[in-house]
């Protein structure tokens, strides 16, 4: 296990590495906090009260330092905001010894603890820019690696200062605090982006070095931010749980259990070595986890191992419950920071600042719930609780979607299709799709999840028209021979014939395939009508681009970054009457110039997700530009072997009207073919971002 976590940081990206290194640096300077109280009460001249009057500024400094670091985020990188902090901590760190009286040492400390905390949402957004999705849990354990090594050297040294000279530690501190700031500064050339989402497709700049400037702040949607707010609520319970052994676990231990206090050490020691020796083995083992099996798992450990606590009576009984929750600690941190970044869209980084905010909330309000909970006879209370409340979150995390309420009464039910891709509503006609509350709840799953669908909706071709409208501007489909004789905004897509002439276009994206990748502006949606579809045949499958994109192999990463892709529509040309006489060579240049190829980058960001995608496959590529033959035909062969894999796919088996709407560049989607004899008609409309 230890060999297996040196390999994991060695192996980290540089800009993971640099932060590693840097936060490992600026956690081991913790060497003066613990020690503030006697200083207070010694050197600083202050009573008890004044004394906790001035740590409890500590506290309010980093609680509006975890307000504030979402601006200052959006105006500034994630390193230069922690250098900043560094140099603003360790001034206050040298300065705080030399206060006298209660008003200058409280102004001192605040300081202190703002700078001290800025470091961390900071951080946050280095790790969530330089890691991509699918490493992200691994990601964040390595940084809580090096904040636990670093907290657990800081202090011990600290306390051999202190011993020697009381003043000598907080210098200590902020030369070590200074030493972190030079590193990050000498190591500025491995630097994340701005932002997770500082590129959104653009082509441009993003790679692992780009040191774009940020684009200002990014402001969530009305979703993002329920999304958030939901799981920061979730989230309180375990921050609270987890802030009771640093704040009661010796006077449980002690004065609850009449135990020696050398086992409120071991309870610490244990922990510690188990974050150590696990936390990153473990998560690189469950980094393809669901979010979902991730924190129920996470809760569900962490909930056994505080009723166990409280259940304890012996040392050895502390070490079993120790050892339990310690494993929820280790899944469930790495796990929510993970699933916080990707739940708040591309402000996740400015967000981590407030997700930050409930940590310090619970260290600041646990002391007190652990004193009003715990009374003689009962010293295992708010152990108790806290397990009780942390195993309540499980059995709330397993319910399906709620509800969409409608503003007229009634419900529409809704489900996730698979892990990856899609959500599926039922219930619905088309006067309550139009209702605001439900259209509004349907296009926030369409970005959030790439596809919906809405099973058996029967619409004219005006309502499909005006149904599109509502998520952007529907337009006349490309290919103008088999659109709808009277929607110009509809293709036909059937194989059915009237007076012996077929009514639309057949055998259409019979291949794996992003819609019109060979356009300069493809449009950004597609909505799909079943109009005559036979059950039980002619199934359409789906696949996540972003999925696909987490799942290539390291080395195809990088060699995709930054690349164009070249798109054409020739290799799909139908040959046409015009066609007839013409060699296949004249052929493919008359489609050549009447369908020019196009540039789009090989990846891309979802601007809704943030997530990058792959943009490109065999039937609408012709190549990307700068690889040779041999590479490309590599890089074909991959996209088909990952878009093949049916653990990672939806198939939709169409029921009639069936309604499906996805976004065309994040969705691969494959028609099936039809037995002989059996007909079908889809109507569908190219839509525009609005």
Partial sequence: MPLETLRTVAGLAPPLRT???????????????????????????????????????????????????????????????????????????AVVPLLHGLPALAAGVLVWGFAYEIVTPAAYAATIAGSPPEQRKVAFSCHRLAINLGLSAGPLVGALLYALDPYSVFWANALCVLAAAAFLHLRRAHRPGAGPYADTGSGGGGGPGNEAAPRGTLRPTAAERTRFWTVFGLSLPIQ????????????????????????AGVVFTVNAVGIVLFEVP?????????????????????????????????????????????????????????????????????????????????????????????????????????????????????????????????????????????????????????????????????????LVVVRGIDLTPRQQIGLAARIGRPVPFLLADWRHPDFAEILVSSNERKAGRPIGIERVGHFWHQDSSFDADP?????????????????????????????????????????????????????????????????????????????????????????????GARAYMDRVIGLDANQNEEFFDLVDTLL??????????????????????????VATDLPPGVTRTVHRVSVAAA
């Fill in 523 to 615: 449009s950004a949606y597609t909505v799909l009508h079943g109009v005559h579809v036979p059950e039980g045949h002619g199934d359409t499958v789906f696949a996540s681009a972003a999925d696909v994109y987490d799942r290539l192999p390291e080395d195809w990463r990088d060699l995709l970054w930054d690349r164009i892709g070249l798109h054409t529509l020739t290799k799909q040309q139908r040959i046409a009457p015009e066609h007839v006489g013409l060699s296949i060579a004249e052929v493919r240049a008359l489609v050549a110039r009447q369908y020019p190829a196009v540039e789009h980058p090989v990846v891309r960001r979802d601007p809704h997700t943030g997530r990058r995608f792959l943009y």
């Fill in 19 to 93: 932060l590693f290194l840097t936060t490992l640096l600026f956690r081991t300077g913790t060497m003066a906090y613990p020690f503030l109280t006697p200083h207070l009460l010694g050197g600083g001249g202050l009573d008890a009260a004044g004394a906790g009057l001035v740590v409890t500024a500590f506290g309010v400094g980093a609680l509006a330092a975890d307000l504030a670091a979402g601006r200052l985020l959006g105006r500034l990188h994630p390193y230069t905001l922690m250098r900043g902090g560094f140099l603003l901590g360790a001034a206050a760190v």
């Fill in 240 to 263: 609270l749980a987890y802030a009771l052994p640093s704040v009661f676990t010796g006077a449980y231990v002690i004065v609850g259990l009449g135990l020696p206090g050398y086992w």
């Fill in 282 to 450: 473990l998560n690189i083992r469950m980094a393809r986890v669901g979010h979902l099996a991730t924190l129920l798992t996470g809760y569900a450990l962490a909930g056994a191992g505080f009723l166990l606590m409280a259940l304890a009576d012996t040392g050895p009984e502390l070490v079993l419950a120790t050892l339990v929750w310690t494993a929820g600690e280790i899944v469930v941190f790495p796990g929510l920071l993970d699933y916080v970044s990707r739940v708040s869209g591309p402000a996740a980084d400015r967000t981590m600042g407030l997700y930050a905010s409930g940590v310090n909330l619970a260290f600041i309000t646990a002391p007190q719930l652990a004193l009003h909970l715990s009374a003689p006879g009962h010293p295992g209370a708010p152990w108790t609780a806290a397990g009780a409340a942390v195993c309540r979150l499980p059995a709330a995390a397993r319910r399906p979607h709620p509800p969409v309420h409608l503003a007229q009464g009634g419900t529409v039910h809704k489900r996730d299709l698979t892990p990856f891709i899609g959500v599926e509503y039922t219930g619905l006609t088309h006067t309550e799709l139009t209702r605001p509350e439900v259209i509004a709840d349907v296009v926030d799953s369409l970005h959030r999840r790439d």
């Fill in 644 to 669: 093949a894999d049916p653990d990672r796919t939806y198939t939709h088996r169409w029921t009639p009207h069936d309604l499906l709407l996805w976004k065309t560049a994040t969705t691969y989607h």
